[in-house]
């Protein structure tokens, strides 16, 4: 059975060979490589000539902004493709070894799994380690299900380079709407429609690295001027494919959004307040002004606490204001005393712990996870 491998690119000639020869290298044997190259202006196409087994297609560049780019890329790539299954990546990220053949091997242990993703492990530039995993995914069954059952569509889905299809999904889904649903990007618009049509199957395993390196469009959704935008977006979208499917629209609002986060009903109250009361100063601050803050501070914000501000490392959210509560840098706090921190960033846990450590905080006594013990 082939699988097929479609690459999209666009000036990441950096990254290309790592990316390329990931795939190359795979445990499974029957790939096709297929890369279309948006028209790039740095030395792409040189790179790309160096690899003989691989299919390139080269265009001048589609001109439509980045999301509508990345999806006539994957599409133009998907109509040269012959394999029954498809896996998509992002040319600055890359496969780990057995990627292909678990894939492949989940798809024939459930025939009717039209969709697999997974979550990715984080690289940084030079794809070194972070020990992240991105992004958080609910445990979800039956994904329309849930959607109309809680109206939230958020941390449902995962990136391009963590999918892959049956050929015959992909055939149907084909070709996708240019539309003015300009933060939609090709993952998430193919996620949406296959929760309305089709079965999709999430494991575990980090089977792909994704590398954080300051320029990645899934990484701009941190800043909070473009985030209410993305999840405006995000509902509209959701909503013309739900009327295209025969399928009643949902609504949008910030504290339905917030009471199903991933994060939100995995916190602990109790152990936030007895953490809190051991304390006899009242300088509580929570660590993260995203999602996962966010979703903290609602969970606790009626329990009579005197929490400051945020606490956040992304210079985007620093001096800004998140739910009335100020952002403040790490930098800006650590020569204070009686400072007492709820870590919020689930997967990041030990980073920030480990940072924390290193200012001569001390874990369960100036710090701790909000949330609940496995």
Same mark, same amino acid.
């Given at each position: 059975m082939i699988a097929s491998v479609l690459i999209n690119n666009y000036n990441y000639a950096t990254y290309?060979?790592?990316? @390329?020869?990931?795939?190359?290298?795979?445990?499974?044997?029957? +790939?096709? @490589?297929?890369?279309?190259?948006?028209?790039?202006?740095?030395?792409?196409?040189?790179i790309l000539s160096k690899f003989k087994n691989i299919k390139v297609i080269s265009n001048s560049n589609?001109?439509?902004?980045?999301?509508?780019?990345?999806?006539?890329?994957?599409?133009?790539a998907f109509k040269e493709s012959k394999g029954e299954f498809i896996f998509l990546l992002d040319s600055d990220d890359y496969f780990k070894k057995e990627k292909v053949e678990k894939v492949i091997s989940f798809f024939k242990e459930h025939p009717n799994i039209d969709v697999i993703q997974h979550p990715l492990e984080e690289v940084d530039k030079d794809s070194n380690l972070l020990h992240t995993v991105v992004p958080v995914l609910k445990k979800v069954q039956n994904y329309k299900e849930y959607i109309y059952e809680t109206?939230? +569509?958020?941390?449902?889905?995962?990136?391009?380079? =963590?999918? =892959?299809?049956?050929?015959?999904?992909?055939?149907?889904?084909?070709?996708?709407?240019?539309?003015?649903?300009?933060?939609?990007?090709?993952?998430?618009?193919?996620? @949406?429609?296959?929760?309305?049509?089709?079965?999709?199957?999430? +494991?575990?395993? &980090?089977l792909t690295y994704y590398r954080k390196h300051g320029s990645n469009a899934w990484g701009k959704l941190g800043d909070l001027n473009n985030h209410e935008d993305y999840l405006q977006d995000l509902y509209g979208f959701f909503n013309k494919i739900a009327k295209e499917n025969g399928n009643r629209p949902i609504s949008y609002s910030y504290n339905k959004y917030i009471e199903n986060t991933y994060f939100y009903n995995l916190?602990?109250?109790?152990?936030?307040?007895?953490?809190?009361?051991?304390?006899?100063?009242?300088?509580?601050?929570?660590?993260? =002004?995203?999602?996962?803050?966010?979703?903290?501070?609602?969970?606790?914000?009626?329990?009579?606490?005197?929490?400051?501000?945020?606490?956040?490392?992304?210079?985007?959210?620093?001096?800004?204001?998140?739910?009335?509560?100020?952002?403040?840098?790490?930098?800006?706090?650590?020569?204070?005393?009686?400072?007492?921190?709820? @870590?919020?960033?689930?997967?990041?846990?030990? &980073?920030?712990?480990?940072?924390?450590?290193?200012?001569?905080?001390?874990?369960?006594?100036?710090?701790i996870s909000p949330y609940m013990e496995d």
């Open positions: 290309l060979t790592e990316c @390329i020869q990931s795939v190359l290298d795979q445990s499974y044997s029957d +790939i096709e @490589i297929i890369v279309y190259d948006d028209g790039s202006t740095d030395n792409s196409l040189e589609y001109g439509k902004g980045h999301n509508l780019n990345q999806i006539n890329a994957v599409y133009q109206e939230s +569509i958020y941390h449902l889905f995962s990136m391009t380079s =963590a999918l =892959a299809f049956r050929r015959e999904y992909l055939k149907k889904a084909f070709p996708l709407d240019e539309d003015d649903f300009s933060y939609m990007c090709v993952d998430t618009r193919l996620m @949406i429609v296959a929760a309305l049509q089709t079965n999709i199957l999430t +494991i575990e395993d &980090t916190v602990d109250s109790k152990k936030c307040m007895r953490f809190i009361q051991n304390q006899h100063a009242k300088r509580y601050y929570i660590w993260g =002004a995203g999602e996962a803050g966010q979703s903290v501070y609602h969970a606790l914000k009626d329990k009579g606490l005197n929490f400051l501000g945020f606490i956040d490392s992304d210079e985007r959210k620093q001096n800004c204001l998140v739910m009335d509560k100020e952002v403040f840098s790490p930098a800006s706090l650590y020569d204070k005393d009686n400072i007492y921190i709820l @870590i919020s960033p689930f997967h990041a846990y030990e &980073t920030i712990a480990t940072i924390l450590k290193n200012q001569n905080y001390i874990e369960n006594e100036h710090f």
